[in-house]
Structures are given as structure tokens and as C-alpha cells.
């Protein structure tokens, strides 16, 4: 069964501050690591990863892939207030995806 | 383009009474999902349709039926509902991934449900 999972589950930080979001998976087959950011309703799509090393970058967002270390890490900096949210980590496959539990993120004036 | 629609967005069930939740998108996907998410947890699949006229279970498929009724729509009925099943639920859709192609999944905007 492929699983996902996210570290910490819940961050509190203050505005302009870097944080760094983790994701870890032990799946039968990988075929792609995706990032989401979820405010009041639904995820909206950040990154997508598929080869180990390469950053993704938008923003102040970016994103990288571990294939050795089997796990993806999601870096904001300069955090703004509007940064406060859900993050979801998920691995898809073409059938079917699996999603960590998320990260809580918090970022206070 | 409306992207991947829900309804309803709020419903309030007693126990045992049944419900179809529908999701229609416009964005000619081949592969359709049906999510729920409880507090603190990340999503969970209940059942997805890769392409229409097959249906799969996911994670969490007890208590839940599914119809692809064509490409656009993808429904999802609780027979009996029970409060265990109080959950936002979520649809999304994808295009059916070919090799090197995204992956990206379009959300709908989700139904608040409430089993007493």
C-alpha cells in the first residue's frame, strides 16, 4: 500500500520568516510527486515532480525531489500572511493518487 | 470554462437516509475522483473513474457507490448514511496522463456534509 507522509503536521511562524514543509513516500511504483496549497476549499496545484534534483521554483515557492532519500521538501521564503494554509503532498500514479495528511502553516503578522 | 462543479455544497443527513453527491466538469477529462477529508487529515480516495465506464475502489470505498454517467459527470451515493461519513468531500478530475504529461488534478470547490 503506498503511503505519504508529512513533517510537521502543524507550523507556526512569523511573517517573513523561511520555512521549510517535508514529504516522505514509500510507494510500489513512483511515477510523480505532486504539491498543493489548500485555503478555505479546494487544493489549488503548486508543483509537480518528477526527476530527482531539479528544483521547481515559482515565487517565493520551490520545491525539489529525493528520489535516493524517497521524500520532496516544499521552501517558501519571505513568508507572507496569505501563505497561511494547508499543504498537501501527494503521489500520483495513472490511476489513483495518495495524499499525506498535510501541513498547517500558520504565518502571523 | 466552470472547471470541476459540485453539488450541493452543504447537506445535513440523518442517519440512514441516502444522498447522491454530483460532480460535472468541462474540461473533456478522461479520469475522475471522488475525495473526502476529515479534520487534520489529508485526503482520502474513495472511489475514481480512469476513463468512462470503468469505475475503482480507493482507499476508503465502504458505505459509498459510484456512476460514471459519461465523461462529464461522476456521481457519488451514500445508500445509508451513517456519521462516520460527516467529511467534506471533494471531486477532481485529470486528463488521462500519457508519458512526460502532467499530472495536475483539477478540484472542485467541495460539499460540506453533516450525518446526525
Known amino acids: 500500500e503506498d503511503k505519504v507522509v508529512q513533517s510537521p503536521l502543524s507550523l507556526v511562524v512569523h511573517e517573513g520568516d523561511t520555512v521549510t514543509l517535508n514529504c516522505s513516500y514509500e510507494?510500489?511504483?513512483?511515477?510523480?510527486l505532486l504539491w498543493y496549497k489548500q485555503e478555505k476549499k479546494a487544493p489549488t496545484f503548486l508543483f509537480m515532480l518528477?526527476?530527482?534534483?531539479i528544483e521547481k521554483k515559482s515565487g517565493r515557492l520551490s520545491s525539489i525531489l529525493d528520489k535516493k532519500e524517497l521524500s520532496s521538501i516544499l521552501n517558501i521564503t519571505a513568508t507572507q500572511t496569505g501563505d497561511s494554509a494547508i499543504y498537501l503532498c501527494?503521489?500520483?500514479?495513472?490511476?489513483?493518487?495518495?495524499f499525506g495528511d498535510g501541513t498547517t502553516l500558520t504565518v502571523k503578522p | 470554462n466552470a472547471g470541476v462543479t459540485q453539488t450541493p455544497k452543504f447537506q445535513v443527513l440523518k442517519t440512514g437516509q441516502s444522498m447522491t453527491l454530483q460532480c460535472a466538469q468541462d474540461?473533456?477529462?478522461?479520469?475522475m475522483y471522488w475525495y473526502r477529508q476529515d479534520p487534520g487529515m489529508g485526503l482520502r480516495l474513495i472511489y475514481y473513474?480512469?476513463?468512462?465506464?470503468?469505475?475503482d475502489k480507493g482507499e476508503v470505498p465502504n458505505g459509498y457507490n459510484v456512476s460514471r454517467l459519461n465523461k462529464r459527470e461522476f456521481s457519488l451515493r451514500l445508500e445509508s448514511a451513517a456519521p462516520s461519513q460527516t467529511s467534506v468531500y471533494f471531486c477532481?478530475?485529470?486528463?488521462?496522463?500519457?508519458?512526460?504529461?502532467?499530472?495536475?488534478?483539477?478540484f472542485g470547490p467541495g460539499t460540506r456534509l453533516t450525518v446526525l
Open positions: 477532481a478530475s485529470r486528463q488521462l496522463p500519457e508519458r512526460g504529461a502532467y499530472n495536475e488534478q483539477f
Open positions: 510507494v510500489t511504483n513512483f511515477r510523480s
Open positions: 518528477t526527476s530527482s534534483g
Open positions: 501527494a503521489h500520483t500514479n495513472a490511476g489513483k493518487s495518495t
Open positions: 474540461m473533456n477529462h478522461n479520469s
Open positions: 473513474s480512469a476513463s468512462e465506464g470503468t469505475t
